[in-house]
């Protein structure tokens, strides 16, 4: 797995402590493809064997940058995946209806979910070899496709993933001229058993709930398979693209 990332580099997942998260970096470090994997959260215990822990919080600028001064300090990254996200929280949840929409929580959504991804491409990009195939991807979700919306709801959710559509598009066009060989991709995880999906698993088929870990080395499929003319689409777990 993975054989189509040149070796000696380093993987990079962003939301380790998340169920997903930590499933693709367990993955990851037993693949033997990559001399280091740096695995970052707000929560760094107990951490996942084999890869390197550290603190990121996507709403504080500074410990972006200061993960990605330890990243600069060992292999180059050939594979950067974030894999954070937030739907609900205390307080909060995704709204039925327009009258539901609460600025404070909408900003909150946008700022983990778009912001963040954005602050760690400024952050880690650089530092991508300019020369050979990277991944630099984003989880973000089926329900951020505008083509595909027809249930409405989820305002905040949707809009952020949605936006996060066009981060990843943009950050492509940008990487094309320095960095040709690295791939940017939005993917989309199917329905994973995790803290985020919890609530919401009550109508989901058994056999559509996946496995973090079944997830994860799908996931990893698509990020080897994709090839840098895929730059910038969105992408499910199944390796279908997903419409904008
Ligand atoms: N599970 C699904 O069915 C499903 C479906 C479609 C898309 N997705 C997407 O897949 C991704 C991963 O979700 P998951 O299912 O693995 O959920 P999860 O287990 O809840 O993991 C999400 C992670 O995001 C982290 N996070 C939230 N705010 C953060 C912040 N400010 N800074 C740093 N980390 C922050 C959380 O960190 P803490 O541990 O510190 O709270 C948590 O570990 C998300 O982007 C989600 O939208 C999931």
Same mark, same amino acid.
């Not at 249930?151 to 996060?164: M, N, P, Q, V």
């Not at 990843?168 to 320095?178: A, W």
């Given at each position: 797995?993975?054989?189509?990332?040149? +070796?000696?580099?380093?993987?990079?997942?962003?939301?380790?402590?998340?169920? *997903?998260?930590?499933?693709?970096?367990?993955?990851?470090?037993?693949?033997?493809? &990559?001399?280091?994997?740096?695995?970052?959260?707000?929560?760094?215990?107990? +951490?996942?064997?084999?890869?390197?822990?550290?603190?990121?919080?996507?709403?504080?600028?500074?410990?972006?940058?200061?993960?990605?001064?330890?990243?600069?300090?060992?292999? %180059? %990254?050939?594979?950067?995946?974030?894999?954070?996200? *937030?739907?609900?929280?205390? +307080? &909060?949840?995704?709204?039925?209806?327009?009258?539901?929409?609460?600025?404070?929580?909408?900003?909150?959504?946008?700022?983990?979910?778009?912001?963040?991804?954005?602050?760690?491409?400024?952050?880690?990009?650089?530092? *991508?070899?300019?020369?050979?195939?990277?991944?630099?991807?984003?989880?973000?979700?089926?329900?951020?496709?505008?083509?595909?919306?027809?249930?409405?709801?989820?305002?905040?959710?949707? !809009?952020?993933?949605?936006?996060?559509?066009?981060? *990843?598009?943009?950050?492509?066009?940008?990487?094309?001229?320095?960095?040709?060989?690295?791939?940017?991709?939005?993917?989309? %995880?199917?329905?994973?058993? !995790?803290?985020?999906?919890?609530?919401?698993?009550?109508?989901?088929?058994?056999?559509?709930? &996946?496995?973090?870990? &079944?997830?994860?080395?799908?996931?990893?499929?698509?990020?080897?398979?994709?090839? %840098?003319?895929?730059?910038?689409?969105?992408?499910?777990?199944?390796?279908?693209?997903?419409?904008?």
């Amino acid at each position: 797995m993975l054989e189509s990332l040149p +070796g000696g580099g380093s993987a990079v997942v962003i939301g380790v402590g998340g169920a *997903i998260g930590a499933a693709l970096a367990a993955a990851c470090s037993a693949s033997r493809r &990559f001399a280091k994997v740096y695995g970052f959260s707000r929560r760094v215990t107990p +951490g996942v064997a084999g890869v390197s822990a550290g603190y990121l919080d996507l709403e504080i600028e500074a410990s972006i940058a200061a993960a990605a001064a330890v990243v600069s300090a060992g292999p %180059p %990254p050939r594979l950067l995946v974030i894999a954070t996200g *937030i739907l609900h929280g205390p +307080g &909060f949840g995704p709204e039925k209806s327009i009258r539901a929409v609460d600025g404070a929580t909408m900003l909150k959504v946008l700022a983990v979910n778009t912001v963040g991804p954005a602050l760690v491409a400024k952050h880690f990009t650089p530092l *991508i070899p300019r020369e050979g195939k990277a991944v630099f991807a984003a989880l973000s979700a089926r329900v951020g496709s505008i083509g595909d919306n027809r249930l409405g709801g989820w305002h905040s959710y949707r !809009s952020s993933k949605a936006a996060l559509h066009m981060l *990843i598009k943009t950050l492509s066009i940008e990487l094309e001229r320095s960095r040709p060989g690295t791939v940017c991709l939005s993917l989309h %995880p199917g329905t994973v058993e !995790s803290g985020l999906s919890a609530p919401f698993q009550a109508n989901v088929r058994p056999e559509r709930l &996946f496995q973090p870990e &079944f997830a994860a080395g799908r996931l990893l499929a698509v990020m080897d398979a994709r090839q %840098p003319g895929d730059s910038g689409g969105a992408y499910d777990w199944d390796n279908q693209p997903i419409a904008w």
